[in-house]
């Protein structure tokens, strides 16, 4: 599963699975739909070794080999990985609005320094 969910989720598919003598991979993935058409997004993968050894085909196809098995008992850990990096993503985000905007109510650093440094991210 590639979509980016509660570990739980993960947790409660992986049981469905393994009662269908199947195995389940938590891989969300990162890099947008650019990353995606060109088949160089990461992957953040929770399961055991064996589903990880199962799936390893469909990962290198969709990441071109830049995914990571996180461990842990099976999935979940990769949703976790995942969410905190939408965590720091939009703290980024909000970091470089409040540099681009400042006065407008987050406290920016004011000044032309601040106005011009961050023209490169336009």
């Given at each position: 599963?590639?979509?980016?969910?509660e570990p739980a989720t993960s947790a409660s598919l992986s049981s469905l699975a393994a009662d269908q003598g199947a195995a389940f991979v938590?891989?969300?993935?990162?890099?947008g739909r650019d990353?995606?058409?060109?088949?160089?997004l990461t992957a953040f993968?929770?399961?055991?070794?064996?589903?990880?050894?199962?799936?390893?085909?469909?990962?290198?196809?969709?990441?071109?080999?830049?995914?990571?098995?996180?461990?842990?008992?099976?999935?979940?850990?990769g949703n976790v990985v995942k969410l905190l990096n939408n965590v720091l993503a939009a703290a980024n985000l909000v970091s470089?609005?409040?540099l681009e905007h400042p006065g407008r109510g987050g406290g920016g650093i004011a000044g032309p320094s601040a106005r011009t440094s961050g023209t490169w991210l336009r």
């Open positions: 599963m590639t979509l980016t969910s938590d891989a969300p993935v990162s890099g990353g995606a058409a060109e088949g160089r993968g929770g399961a055991t070794e064996q589903a990880l050894d199962t799936a390893r085909p469909v990962l290198e196809a969709l990441t071109g080999g830049q995914y990571q098995h996180l461990g842990g008992p099976g999935p979940g850990s470089v609005v409040d």
